[in-house]
């Protein structure tokens, strides 16, 4: 989605910017980032279990993990890394000229490779359309691709899809 987020992250810069739908629209098929590289604690991986409910050893039980996992580690939930997009989509673009933006879902999501616990992970962006939906609101899907430092295989490849509805 085009819509940036809380008064907080106002100080960040993104790579692009797009005022109103046009701006949004002339964003599609260009590829925007990498943005920067923030670290998955385990500290975040405990409390996105707690969050969740998902305790599965191989995300909060380090001393098992590093005895028993193929990986050496813990790794982060996969919905884990698909939730930090919200973040790094206002590393990527900023934009303006819109009442409202909301979540309406996504396409396609996938993992192809783990995040280690203490990894850094970014992401990039490509705005894959923007389209009328109705009623005054647009439907815009951003393809979101995150790598893990170190590794050429992305962490996570999701298509969001968001509704903005443009200020009169």
């Known amino acids: ?14 790579v692009a910017e ?16 990498p943005g920067g590289w923030r670290e998955v604690t385990q ?13 599965q050893w191989i995300h909060t039980d380090v001393e098992r993990a590093k005895s028993e996992s193929p990986f050496g580690t813990t790794l982060a939930h996969g919905n884990l890394t698909l939730s930090m997009i919200d973040g790094f989509r206002l590393d990527l673009i900023s934009s303006s000229g819109f009442k409202l933006g909301v979540n309406y879902g996504w396409n396609k999501v996938r993992f192809p490779a783990p995040v280690p616990a203490g990894s850094s992970v970014r992401a ?5 359309s923007v389209e009328d939906a109705g009623g005054g609101w647009h439907q815009v899907v951003t393809r979101f691709t995150l790598e ?17 509805l443009p200020e009169d």
Do not use: Q
């Open 1 to 14: 989605m085009l819509i940036g987020g809380p008064s907080e992250y106002a100080a960040r810069v993104a």
């Open 148 to 164: 893990v430092e170190g590794n050429d295989k992305p962490c996570c490849v999701a298509e969001a899809v968001g509704w903005a």
């Open 18 to 33: 797009a005022h109103g739908i046009e701006g949004g629209k002339a964003l599609v098929g260009k590829r925007i980032g």
């Open 124 to 128: 990039k962006g490509e705005v894959v």
């Open 43 to 55: 500290a975040a991986i405990d409390t996105f279990a707690d969050l969740s409910g998902d305790h």
